[in-house]
């Protein structure tokens, strides 16, 4: 026997008050409404409390609603609107549970982890036809001819309306970093999107909801009423924007136009360079101009003065705050070379970036993608000739440079002007002041053994004053060979 439509299940529930046919609504479309609540929160028991308030709302206005309503489209933009108002209310407890939610990921495809954040908030850029038919073909898994006769139309208008809501969400994803296919996501959603809900769930809802939410917790009371009052906004904003087509229509001159506050994923993301916040987090390439705060443990923000903070995992993840742009380009096209020299073809920037990037190895083409979006630039490596320099004894005793005792070099050298290291070869020395002076140098002391160093350069001298430097502390001279030997360089442009 076929199954009645959702809409004669409605009818019976509004005008008989109906309890098997609200409870047949719920069986059939509580996965829909669970999986859209806990790919929002990545929390099982927010996402039970949201499916539940959701259906209490449909009992509430069931009544209200026209005959013609896509109820799936329906239940899927309510259950969104819902999520969304309790993340405005528990985001910081949404945070602490997103640990168990990056555990879940290591099954999932690789498409899915990229696009399972963002999918909601794309959605929520559709109107309310393209919505329904996503949620229908993707979400419920219906034939176009299903869809078009939902609609009151042909199967052709359903695949155009599936089409350009498609694109609409494949743009979406690509202007955050996620390249992908419009069929990719497709089959993408159609795998992911709807998981099961807990078995009993479907239970206590109709028992809570079809007497309206009488018997329901203080805090789902509370999740309806800041949902109910969402929605009414939206639908207010529909009507105002309506509105404003008839002025225009009519020559008016003054609109007056009002916004609310959208969440996006750059909301939820602990901004932080603790290591084990880092590894939680979920798969974004995420880049801003910097706020100059960093999220501390208890979530809390930390101004941050005129320090810059940075930390990479060894999962290959990396987080920057209030960072100059040159590590951020590192990172993305030279694992992080410090040693490597970096050259600005245009004008150094001067502006600061906060960055979050967890896709891990192998996937920072898509950071590429978003730097050159944030900042205006790339860099590539590059082959270039450079001027070599020997390395020469000029004063045999210099107090900078002594023998010495150790067998191993210590590594204990400090960053981009000068340190110590002890047990070094004069190669490794060498080496060193080809990565100070960011030209190629070659050992001709003739020394041999291990040595103690000391050497203080500025790092914003010329180079024929970091020469002098280092004769008068080593007691070394760098003499031009007159030969060019080919180094690799990293160039930094500003994209065109």
């Not at 176009?144 to 694109?167: M, S």
């Not at 920057?320 to 070379?337: C, E, K, P, S, V």
Request: glycine share 8%.
């Amino acid at each position: 026997m076929q199954e009645p439509f959702d809409a004669e299940l409605l009818r019976q529930y509004a005008e008989q008050d109906s309890e098997s046919a609200f409870a047949a609504l719920v069986t059939r479309h509580v996965n829909l409404v669970y999986s859209a609540a806990i790919r929002k929160t990545h929390n099982p028991h927010a996402a039970e409390e949201i499916t539940q308030a959701v259906f209490i709302i449909l009992a509430r206005k069931a009544w209200a609603l026209r005959r013609e309503t896509v109820l799936p489209g329906w239940l899927y933009q309510t259950a969104r609107l819902t999520a969304a108002n309790f993340l405005r209310n528990e985001i910081r407890r949404v945070r602490r549970e997103q640990e168990s939610y990056m555990q879940s990921l290591s099954n999932e495809t690789e498409a899915w982890p990229q696009i399972e954040p963002l999918l909601d908030d794309a959605m929520g850029g559709l109107n309310e036809k393209e919505r329904n038919a996503i949620v229908l073909r993707f979400f419920e898994g219906k034939s176009f001819q299903e869809i078009g006769a939902a609609f009151g139309g042909t199967e052709n208008a359903a695949k155009k309306r599936v089409f350009h809501g498609l694109e609409k969400l494949r743009k979406f994803f690509a202007k955050r970093g996620v390249d992908s296919t419009a069929a990719t996501i497709a089959e993408t959603i159609s795998t992911h999107s709807v998981q099961a809900a807990p078995v009993a769930l479907a239970k206590t809802i109709s028992a809570v909801a079809v007497v309206k939410g009488a018997a329901a917790s203080t805090s789902t009371l509370t999740l309806i009423q800041g949902a109910l009052k969402i929605m009414a906004w939206t639908n207010t904003k529909t009507a105002m924007v309506a509105g404003v087509s008839v002025l225009l229509a009519a020559g008016t001159t003054t609109i007056t136009v009002t916004t609310i506050r959208h969440y996006t994923l750059e909301d939820k993301i602990a901004w932080s360079v603790n290591q084990q916040t880092l590894e939680q987090q979920p798969p974004v390439a995420l880049v801003r101009p910097t706020k100059n705060i960093m999220t501390g443990s208890d979530g809390k923000t930390i101004p941050l003065g005129n320090s810059s903070l940075y930390t990479a995992t060894p999962s290959g993840k990396m987080a920057a705050i209030n960072m100059d742009l040159g590590i951020l380009l590192r990172f993305t096209y030279d694992n992080a070379n410090e040693d490597r020299q970096l050259i600005w073809v245009d004008e150094e920037p001067t502006n600061r970036f906060d960055a979050i990037y967890t896709l891990g190895p192998g996937r920072h083409g898509q950071l590429q993608q978003v730097i050159r979006k944030k900042t205006g630039w790339s860099a590539k490596l590059e082959d270039r000739e450079a001027n070599t320099l020997a390395l020469k004894v000029k004063t045999p005793d210099a107090p900078g440079l002594k023998p010495s005792g150790q067998a191993l070099g210590s590594g204990r050298r400090g960053g981009t002007g000068g340190g110590s290291d002890q047990g070094v070869s004069m190669a490794i020395v060498a080496r060193t002041l080809s990565h100070e002076l960011q030209v190629p140098v070659v050992d001709q002391t003739a020394l041999i053994g291990r040595f103690d160093y000391q050497l203080d350069l500025d790092p914003m001298k010329s180079l024929e004053e970091k020469k002098k430097i280092v004769l008068d502390q080593l007691g070394l001279d760098l003499v031009p060979t007159g030969k060019t030997q080919v180094i690799k360089v990293l160039v930094a442009q500003k994209v065109k």
